[in-house]
């Protein structure tokens, strides 16, 4: 089965800034960022490696996911 929806996780280097988002295409996505057209925030960071990839069928499953991550604290 193919999964539609993914959360993934960029990072700027090695215990750097971390990014988190969704999305439906992935490889154009994280393209995207590599290229800097990503979003205002990995552009600005240089946020492109991409470091961790979680699949999901449904989209609400991503973003509950995702927002979970957002709230996790790497302390």
Do not use: C, Q
């Not at 552009?43 to 609400?60: G, S």
């Amino acid at each position: 089965m193919s999964h539609s929806y993914h959360v993934y996780i960029l990072a700027s280097k090695r215990n750097g800034t971390l990014y988190i988002g969704v999305t439906n295409n992935l490889a154009a996505r994280i393209f995207a960022h590599r290229n800097l057209r990503g979003s205002a925030f990995t552009k600005k960071y240089r946020v492109t490696r991409l470091v961790h990839i979680e699949p999901f069928n449904d989209v609400r499953d991503a973003i509950a996911r995702e927002k979970a991550l957002k709230k996790w604290n790497r302390g």
